[in-house]
């Protein structure tokens, strides 16, 4: 069972959203240069043997990421949102996932 003792805030819906925002945290902490896509992050970023979430469940994720400052938006050509660390809050993360 994965721990989220780290306490994201009662904004997150559910566990299920505070499992995917402790996942993708994690995977930006060991991959700050990532960036991708919203289908891309679902595909590349998350263990698929652990947890497969739903678009919505992982969009409602990254919603919750960029309304922290966490995570930046850039527009990519296509319009797509491309999501990606906000490496000026990378320590605060780091504190808060040890």
Not at 17 to 31: A, E, R, T
Not at 54 to 76: C, F, H, K
């Amino acid at each position: 069972m994965l721990s989220t003792s780290f306490m994201v805030p009662n904004q997150v819906p559910n566990h299920d959203h505070k499992v995917i925002v402790w996942l993708l945290l994690g995977y930006m902490v060991d991959h700050p240069e990532a960036k991708d896509t919203l289908e891309g992050i679902q595909r590349w970023w998350l263990p698929h043997d652990d947890l497969e979430p739903g678009t919505d469940a992982l969009q409602t994720a990254l919603d919750y990421l960029v309304e922290r400052g966490w995570i930046a938006i850039a527009q990519a050509p296509t319009s797509s949102k491309v999501y990606g660390l906000n490496k000026q809050r990378l320590e605060e993360i780091k504190d808060l996932l040890s």
